[in-house]
């Protein structure tokens, strides 16, 4: 081969990935992994409602459960009203199974309430969100924080029970629920259902306590003092010292229906103001009548006690029943007054009557003359009652109606006959010429002194003639007529006994007529007085003008 022959070359292709780009690919790897792991890490993204941000801080407040983080605040941001706060959090990996729909939060700091003082952990290491994890089947992610702690935790062995009535602010959270004076509970929450407008009350009762909680069961509110004012007269109740503070609420169940079934969750009762609403729930089966009064029901309420020779036999329901019309006219003869008889506390036991039984032999007696009188329970208070009895010789009546009831017969009261006398009496007595009576006794008074003048000197005359020497020549038996007619003279005159007793009897009887005129006008103008004293009327007070 020559040396000037060409030399071919080798055309190979060059390789398009060099070996060094496996370096970045490997790390680009590793930091993809390292994100997702991250991600994986983090858990759910949840926001808390909050009324304020006290003691919130950002990447520094922490959510616990049981003591244990779970999660960090990590944005607290205002709403757009700016009536509250939203308080972003970041949670653990492990905490989405927690996240329910009763999942509940609040603030831990120190707190000084009616179970004690609680949060003084927190002096040193500062506020933290609690979160009691929740067992409902729907996860959620926006909650709103509870004002106070609960009572208990949603896991908590016990009883739920939900308490309803007509008034709200009757309890709060965590007013103690009592059994026989022992606390066995808490009021846990507080809410009102716009629909029935009624206020509940969901109460929790520690396990075991809870298996005294019957279906018959009756809760009652315990204000730790119950003052009640009526016809029996005064009735102070105290209860727990607890209670006095901060009220509360007590329950019991009858003996009678301890075999009864125990309550099941959230069952619904009614939540009663004191033990008479309670024994009133007995007597269901009741006769409604209306009482026509013609005296003053001045002090009779309703809820007053209707008795038969001291027995409780009903009750006053409404005082009056209905104001008069427009035909009627306001100054109406007669007062209806809505009562009702109780069945139970006429009969000893409801099964050996009936409320057609116990009308019809109310209408019998009604004809032997059985009435109802106003009479007074409590002349402190001045609080009625109405009380039954059968009085002889009352007129029969005949069955009558007032508004659709039954019309129960009454007769004027006790009081009502003694003002009545009174008034007559006071009557007849100022018709009587008082005035007349005095002006004569007065005239002859100072006719008296006129004559007791007159015989004065007749007294003088006579004994300058007893005294001359001429009289004294007379024979003795003249002369001893004469001083016999002197010293009888004497006995009439100024400074005798008869004189004075006479002038002190008369001027004594004219203080005491004088004396009585307030009196006689007071009781002509009210008769009662004498019972209820006179209440004086102040004189109004002028108001300066602004």
Known sequence: MSDNQPVEAKVQRLKQVSPIWIVPLVALGIGIWMFVQYLNSQGPVITIRLPNASGIEVGKTAIKSLNVKVGVVTKVQLSEDYSYITVTAQMDNDTGRMLKNDTLFWVVKPRIGKGGVSGLDTLLSGSYIEMQPGEGKEDKHHFVALDVPPVAPADAKGLRVILTSRQAGKLGVGDPVLYDGFTVGRVEQVGFDINSKRANYQLFIFEPYDRLVRTSSNFILSSGVQVKVGAEGFDVKIGSLESLITGGVT???????????????????????????????????????????????????????????????????????????????????????LVRIDLGRVYDHTDE??????????????????????????????????????????????????????????????????????????????????????????????????????????????????????????????????????????????????????????????????????????????????????????????????
Not at 422 to 437: G, H, Q, R, W, Y
């Open 353 to 546: 009557g009936t409320l057609a039984s116990l009308h019809a032999n109310l209408e019998k007696e009604f004809k032997k003359g059985l009435r109802a009188t106003l009479k007074t329970g409590n002349l402190l208070t001045g609080a009625l009652y109405v009380g039954t009895d059968v009085y002889k010789g009352e007129k029969p009546v005949q069955a009558l109606e007032y508004d659709g009831y039954d019309i129960f017969p009454t007769k004027a009261g006790d009081l009502a006959e003694v003002q009545k006398q009174l008034t007559n009496l006071l009557t007849k007595f100022n018709k009587l010429p008082v005035e007349d009576t005095l002006n004569s006794m007065t005239a002859t008074l100072k006719a008296s002194e006129k004559t007791m003048a007159t015989m004065q000197t007749t007294i003088n005359d006579l004994d300058r003639l007893l005294k001359q020497k001429d009289t004294q020549a007379l024979p003795g038996d003249v002369r001893a007529s004469l001083k016999q007619i002197q010293t009888t003279l004497n006995g009439f005159g100024p400074d005798a006994a008869p004189y004075q007793n006479l002038e002190g009897a008369l001027t004594r009887f004219e203080a005491v007529m004088t004396e009585l005129q307030p009196v006689l006008r007071q009781l002509n103008e009210k008769p009662n007085s004498l019972v209820f004293g006179d209440e004086q009327t102040k004189d109004p007070v002028p108001v300066g003008g602004r």
């Open 251 to 337: 329950f019991s169940t009858p003996i009678d229906d301890q075999g009864t079934q125990q309550a099941k969750q959230k069952s619904y009762y009614r939540l009663y103001d004191n033990t008479a609403e309670v024994r009133e729930k007995t007597f269901e089966q009741h006769l409604d009548f209306v009482m026509l009064f013609s005296e003053s029901i001045r002090g009779l309420k309703a809820g007053a006690p209707i008795e038969y020779r001291g027995i409780q036999i009903g009750t006053v329901q409404k005082v009056p029943l209905r104001l008069p019309t427009s035909q009627e006219g306001f100054t109406s003869k007669q007062i209806p007054v």
